[in-house]
């Protein structure tokens, strides 16, 4: 028995120091400090997900992955941050309910993995430290909390039915376009020759189209050579918030029927056609439109909010490497 209760204070006595910070600050925001143990985690987490998403190609450069981890890292950082202060100036509390909910949450965690001993391993394999899981659990609701306050007035301006119209009108388009890959079957870029010549049919392409001498549709069944575009020609509705779709934003700038290009991307040359979104597109759609409203009003908050918040660097931040993280994490 006595061994057993010297075991259990000991390990009692290594999660009370996992607990206690003794690492230097990283940054600041506004009146927030991030310890270099919390950065650590971050650009681990960025790492791992940059792995991922590099595995399937070429893998950029260590010191351009390390950027990126970095940059990713003191954003999610900030706007984190952000988002507790806000709630601090709107006094947005973690209500006892949260706070039991958060404790039965970790302790089934524990559980799960045999007990304390368990719980330290996961903290240890995950870059994380004992207050650092509070913090992160702590975030998740105050995110929620924020985001319902500023979602759920008119001064969100999606709230009405006009206002999300309104945005509806403002921020959703169709748009057409063909493409021209400058890309072989391997996925990598065609020699200058070859794109000179694709380059040369697309402008040509163009030229007839907007002379009259024949009309988008045709051009688009004759050279478009993406299988999205071919699948669904009477155009694609999209969002000013789609992510990841390169012509977003050249679409955009154009006016409803009027085509533009050549432009470059990063698969090929692309002229485009912007239409009028399809009458009852956003009535079948409402709920998806609502969702994407509420996220962009939510967005424009924490951008607004994180003009007033000073945000300050260390040196420390530029001694964490992929190498030396796990050496910070106290």
């Given at each position: 028995m006595k061994k057993y209760l010297i075991g259990i204070f000991a390990l009692l006595l290594l999660l009370n120091i996992f607990s206690c910070s003794s690492s230097p600050t990283a940054m600041k925001v506004g009146t927030i400090r991030i310890d270099a143990s919390e950065y650590a985690y971050y650009l681990n987490y960025n790492r791992l997900?940059?792995?991922?998403?590099?595995?399937?190609?070429?893998?950029?450069?260590?010191?351009?992955?390390?950027?990126?981890?970095?940059?990713?890292?003191?954003?999610?950082?900030?706007?984190?941050?952000?988002?507790?202060?806000?709630?601090q100036k709107l006094g947005l509390e973690?209500?006892?309910?949260?706070?039991s909910q958060m404790e039965e949450e970790k302790q089934q965690l524990i559980d799960s993995l045999g007990g304390l001993y368990g719980y330290l391993e996961y903290l240890r394999s995950n870059a994380l430290t004992d207050r650092l899981y509070d913090k992160l659990q702590e975030n998740n609701h105050y995110y929620a909390m924020l985001y319902e306050y500023v979602t759920s007035g008119e001064d969100s301006g999606v709230y009405t039915d006009q206002q999300l119209r309104q945005y509806f009108a403002d921020n959703y388009i169709k748009v057409k376009y063909i493409r021209f890959s400058t890309l072989d079957q391997s996925g990598s870029l065609l020699e200058e020759d070859e794109l000179n010549g694709i380059l040369e049919t697309a402008e040509s392409v163009l030229e007839n189209i907007q002379s009259?001498?024949?009309?988008?549709?045709?051009?688009?069944?004759?050279?478009?050579?993406?299988?999205?575009?071919?699948?669904?020609?009477?155009?694609?509705?999209?969002?000013?918030?789609?992510?990841?779709?390169?012509?977003?934003?050249?679409?955009?700038?154009l006016s409803d029927s009027e085509t533009g290009g050549v432009y470059a991307y990063s698969d090929g040359f692309y002229i485009l056609n912007r239409q009028a979104v399809d009458l009852g597109y956003f009535d079948e759609n409402r709920d998806q439109i609502t969702s994407t409203a509420r996220d962009w009003a939510f967005d424009n908050y924490i951008s607004s909010a994180s003009q007033n918040v000073a945000v300050s660097k260390n040196s420390v931040c530029g001694k964490i490497t992929f190498e030396n993280l796990f050496d910070y994490v106290k």
């Open positions: 997900n940059l792995d991922n998403l590099t595995s399937a190609g070429v893998l950029p450069g260590e010191g351009e992955l390390l950027a990126q981890a970095r940059s990713q890292t003191e954003q999610q950082i900030e706007r984190y941050s952000i988002i507790r202060l806000e709630c973690l209500s006892s309910e949260q706070k009259g001498q024949m009309t988008f549709d045709e051009a688009m069944s004759l050279y478009n050579d993406d299988p999205i575009m071919t699948a669904s020609p009477g155009g694609i509705t999209v969002s000013a918030q789609d992510g990841g779709t390169e012509y977003i934003a050249d679409a955009f700038e």
